[in-house]
């Protein structure tokens, strides 16, 4: 006779749905809300992809990138794009809000998610803040919160084609919740501090954490 009162631990189902939870498999990405309240007060939807950035657009190929993580983790990281490519591989479905006041809905990203990140540098329990540093002088600070949101990621392919080089390729970090600025393009390094420090937007009048919903565009908000 079976012990009816035990529940099966050991069985083939059980041992898969364990290990898609340790993976997340599954797991869309998306912030569920519901369609009208979709679109953040003061934007407006964009079914092209504008090009924003300083109008360096850095050429760096995937064999010459590097990914240095650095300051308060235990950790340190140093990839090539290679070995980044060997770490768990996310796919989330995120929208855009730009602080210029376009939006653009359903962005197919892949890549590293940043919580899988922390899990490999290992944040001191100092680490309150992450600053991104790139290739064209560009910098970015967030909360330690913010970056490790649940849909955020570094994300090395768009709709399932590599990253374009106007869009940050190799690898550019998104931050669905917060405006465009926060997603980094051309990502170099990303830096753990004790301190905020804030970005090259954010010393010019932009909002230091830049909630779309709570419409934080400029510092005065
Ligand atoms: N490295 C870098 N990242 C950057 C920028 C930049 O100038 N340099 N501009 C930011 C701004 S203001 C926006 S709106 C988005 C634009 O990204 P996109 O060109 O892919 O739309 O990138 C953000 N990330
Ligand atoms: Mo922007």
């Given at each position: 006779?079976?012990?009816?009162?035990?529940?099966p631990?050991?069985?083939?189902?059980?041992?898969?749905?364990?290990?898609?939870?340790?993976?997340?498999?599954?797991?869309?990405?998306?912030?569920?809300?519901?369609?009208?309240?979709?679109?953040?007060?003061?934007?407006?939807?964009?079914?092209?992809?504008?090009?924003?950035?300083?109008?360096?657009?850095?050429?760096?190929?995937?064999?010459r990138?590097?990914?240095?993580?650095y300051?308060?983790?235990?950790?340190?990281?140093?990839?090539?794009?290679?070995?980044?490519?060997?770490?768990?591989?996310?796919?989330?479905?995120?929208?855009?809000?730009?602080?210029?006041?376009?939006?653009?809905?359903?962005?197919?990203?892949?890549?590293?998610?940043?919580?899988?990140?922390?899990?490999?540098?290992?944040?001191?329990?100092?680490?309150?803040?992450?600053?991104?540093?790139?290739?064209?002088?560009?910098?970015t600070?967030?909360?330690l919160?913010?970056?490790?949101?649940?849909?955020?990621?570094?994300?090395?392919?768009?709709?399932g084609?590599?990253?374009?080089?106007?869009?940050?390729?190799?690898?550019?970090?998104?931050v669905?919740?917060l405006?465009?600025?926060?997603?980094?393009?051309?990502?170099?390094?990303?830096?753990?501090?004790?301190?905020?420090?804030?970005?090259?937007?954010e010393?010019?009048?932009?909002h230091?954490?830049?909630?779309p919903?709570?419409?934080?565009?400029?510092?005065?908000?």
């Amino acid at each position: 006779m079976t012990d009816e009162s035990q529940p099966p631990t050991d069985n083939k189902l059980t041992r898969s749905k364990q290990r898609w939870a340790r993976e997340g498999k599954f797991l869309t990405g998306k912030v569920v809300r519901p369609e009208a309240q979709r679109l953040p007060p003061g934007q407006h939807l964009t079914r092209d992809w504008p090009v924003l950035d300083l109008g360096q657009s850095p050429n760096i190929s995937r064999e010459r990138w590097r990914l240095d993580v650095y300051g308060a983790v235990d950790q340190p990281i140093f990839w090539t794009f290679e070995q980044f490519l060997a770490q768990p591989q996310t796919q989330f479905v995120s929208d855009i809000h730009c602080v210029t006041t376009w939006s653009r809905y359903d962005n197919q990203w892949n890549g590293l998610a940043t919580r899988d990140l922390l899990a490999a540098c290992r944040p001191r329990e100092s680490a309150r803040f992450v600053v991104l540093h790139s290739h064209d002088g560009y910098t970015t600070n967030l909360s330690l919160e913010d970056f490790a949101a649940e849909d955020a990621l570094l994300a090395h392919s768009w709709s399932g084609q590599p990253l374009e080089q106007e869009h940050g390729g190799p690898v550019r970090l998104v931050v669905p919740h917060l405006y465009f600025w926060k997603s980094a393009k051309w990502l170099q390094r990303i830096e753990f501090l004790n301190q905020d420090a804030p970005g090259f937007w954010e010393v010019r009048g932009y909002h230091n954490r830049g909630d779309p919903w709570a419409e934080q565009r400029y510092s005065g908000d």
